[in-house]
């Protein structure tokens, strides 16, 4: 019967052989490295069945030799390589129910990292200084010298590399050294940094007295919201609402009977990081243009750095512990260095101004002010110090260009107890003190408007019955401090929001007062000018930005009293008889 079994097992044909083992699918060399030339090589399949060989990128060609004893041989090809960077890509191979990815690579050309220059050395104002790098793929650059900062490029197809530094202004007394290395895989090159000391030529110079500073300005305009305008943390000259200025508007500003403009300048937005905080070239050149306008016209030109200290010159972070004083006084230093370098050519029409209104956010009211005033005296006195070192060490008409030191808000009443001029360079006196003067406050800006000024107004309409016994006090204080002992003082904004029109009379007179009070005591005044039409709180428009032209009739008489207040030679028009005309 097994017999029988066995015939019958054989009769159905049943396979009783062993299987044959699946062949590994495995490639020789098991990843391909070629060269920038690029060229051949040969790669060895071992497969079980005849294998699929694909690679989808263009550079890489494959030709294949015949299948045999499970063995395929594949010449791979690389196209030459003129790239910055190795460039890669994969052999895919499909075998009996196997498959692998074979790495390939090409290098690019090797190329002897070098840099051209071997040093680099900066004057005491810093600035730019570029080199170029030849190298076989990008490199790296880096230093420990905290004054300079690095823009490295990207490597072109001629393999070089440029790399710029940007050094800060040297405001320390000793040369400034440090290295900068340039690698490029295994391979170092260092470059040696130096920066001059700081230092300032004494320049000899006739003494500023009040009466010149007084004869050059008064009186004088602002172009407020205009430059000095911020949307989004970026500086723009329309972004308030204002037209771009042209000639024209400084060409009608003179006619009008200005005999200067303070062109209210923000740099926010448009300074670079630190060390060097460079200024943007576009902004600057603006900047430059604008002052030409005021050149062509015969205009005196204030040029300062305004809504900025809201963001880089806040006193509260400083005594916060947020930054510090000395670091404020850097960026102050180099923004102020290259200002200044831009008009060392400018002769005295041109005057700069350090700042607008520093303080604290509290305007002089904050607990903190209160319970310390001197601290916060002392770090504006400090800043307004690095202003005049980084203008007076630019040389040519910087050595001696007039410069205007606001106090503490630009507050008389906190000006005349804090601030402490600058140390100068000069042979005599170039300083100017800048305040301004909006008093009395619920009459000129507040939120709403005290209706009537002066001593003709009904009692509940006005501010007070000492309206022009406290603005001439304050314009007392100021020559008794500064003016009487030979120090210039210009009140650097005045003016009052537009009042409804029965009232109208009464901010004319107002307006006559107050200018015909500062010229009698040599001070002179600069009418904030925003370009807000209508009626109410912020509305300072008189003038076009753009044309020059006045807004409208009030624009115009408004414009009118303050020149004749200035310009009347008559010694029958005193302050006395515009007392006595008040409405």
């Known amino acids: 019967m097994a017999a029988v079994a066995v015939c019958s097992l054989a009769a159905c044909g049943e396979d009783t052989t062993e299987p044959q083992p699946q062949v590994k699918l495995e490639a020789h060399p098991a990843e391909l490295v070629f060269d920038a030339k690029g060229g051949s090589q040969e790669l060895t399949l071992t497969s079980g069945i005849p294998p699929q060989v694909s690679c989808s990128d263009a550079w890489i060609t494959l030709k294949e030799g015949s299948f045999a004893s499970n063995t395929l041989k594949v010449t791979v090809t690389a196209a030459s390589y003129e790239g910055t960077s190795p460039r890669s890509t994969s052999i895919r191979v499909i075998g009996e129910k196997q498959s692998l990815m074979i790495p390939v690579t090409q290098n690019v050309a090797q190329v002897k990292l070098s840099v051209d220059k071997t040093s680099a050395a900066f004057s005491k104002h810093g600035g730019e200084f570029v080199l170029k790098v030849s190298s076989s793929i990008q490199p790296t650059v880096s230093t420990a010298a905290d004054w300079v900062s690095v823009e490295t490029g990207t490597i072109d197809s001629a393999r070089e590399t440029t790399v710029t530094l940007f050094a800060a202004a040297n405001r320390t007394a000793s040369v400034r050294q440090g290295t900068l290395t340039v690698a490029c895989g295994d391979q170092k090159v260092d470059v040696a940094l130096s920066e001059d000391a700081f230092s300032v030529a004494p320049a000899s110079a006739e003494a500023l007295t009040p009466q010149q500073v007084f004869d050059a300005m008064a009186p004088g305009w602002n172009m407020g919201n205009h430059m000095d305008a911020i949307s989004n943390g970026i500086a723009g000259e329309t972004v308030w609402g204002n037209a771009k200025c042209t000639q024209a508007t400084f060409n009608a500003l003179r006619a009008a009977g200005f005999k200067a403009v303070r062109i209210c300048t923000s740099w926010q937005g448009h300074i670079g990081d630190g060390p060097g905080y460079r200024l943007e070239e576009k902004w600057l050149s603006r900047v430059e243009e604008i002052v030409g306008y005021a050149e062509k016209a015969g205009l005196v030109a204030i040029v300062n750095t305004h809504h900025d200290e809201s963001y880089w010159l806040d006193i509260a972070r400083v005594l916060s512990g947020a930054t510090t004083s000395k670091k404020v006084q850097d960026q102050i230093f180099c923004v102020w260095t290259q200002i200044a370098q831009r008009f060392a050519d400018k002769g005295e029409w041109l005057v700069f101004e350090s700042f607008n209104e520093i303080q604290d956010g509290g305007w002089g009211w904050s607990d903190a002010f209160k319970n310390n005033p001197d601290a916060q005296y002392r770090i504006l006195n400090d800043w307004n110090q690095a202003f005049v070192d980084a203008v007076r060490s630019t040389g040519g008409e910087n050595a001696t260009r007039w410069l205007g030191i606001p106090g503490y808000a630009a507050s008389p009443l906190f000006t005349i107890p804090g601030l402490v001029l600058p140390q100068d360079y000069t042979g005599a006196n170039r300083l100017m003190v800048a305040v301004h003067d909006y008093d009395p406050y619920n009459y000129t800006l507040s939120d709403p408007l005290v209706r009537r000024w002066g001593h003709t107004a009904e009692p509940a309409l006005r501010c007070s019955d000492k309206d022009e016994e406290n603005l001439v006090w304050t314009f007392d ?31 004319a007179y107002y307006m006559e007062y107050f200018c015909k009070a500062a010229a009698d005591r040599l001070l002179p005044m600069y009418l904030w000018d925003n370009g807000a039409s209508g009626t109410g709180p912020e509305k300072h428009g008189y003038i076009d930005h753009g044309t020059g032209a006045f807004l409208d009739d009030y624009g115009k008489a408004m414009v009118g009293v303050m020149v004749r207040a200035v310009s009347t030679e008559d010694p029958a028009y005193t302050l006395e008889s515009v007392y006595n005309s008040a409405p």
């Open 477 to 507: 204080q100021l020559k008794e401090t500064y003016i009487d002992r030979g120090i210039p003082v210009y009140l650097g904004e005045m003016g009052c929001s537009r009042h409804q029109a029965d009232d109208l009379p009464f901010q």
